[in-house]
């Protein structure tokens, strides 16, 4: 019986791998900014506004370097209602990854 349950849990539960991802808020001090940020807001099924012009997801990195936007710029990520936590760290990984220094914004 013993075997019988520890195969069961054994066979239930799931290995995922996690990975970590360094998030900074906004909250960290207060001082005045060197450079504008470029907003970024982050709707629901890949759908983002950059600067007020809506991108797709896939497209973000392109758009940003067509714009002749300089990596050392940071990016100031704001979560729309509709968004989910999923949409905001792929919107996230994307700029780390392409090294951009972004932050998360919120209320």
Known sequence: MIFLLLMFFMLASTFSIY???DVTSG???????????ILLQVFAEGQLSVNGDRVKIEVLI??????????????????AKDSTVQ?????????KTA??????VGN
Do not use: C, H, Y
Not at 27 to 37: F, K, L, R
Not at 62 to 79: C, D, F, Q, S, Y
């Open 87 to 95: 949409d905001v760290v792929s919107a996230l990984e994307m700029l």
């Open 19 to 21: 990975q970590k991802l």
């Open 99 to 104: 090294g951009w220094s972004a932050t998360i």
């Open 62 to 79: 392109a758009t940003l370097e067509e714009a002749g936007i300089e990596k050392n710029r940071p990016v100031a990520i704001i979560p």
């Open 27 to 37: 909250a960290e001090g207060v001082g005045q900014m060197e450079q504008t940020p």
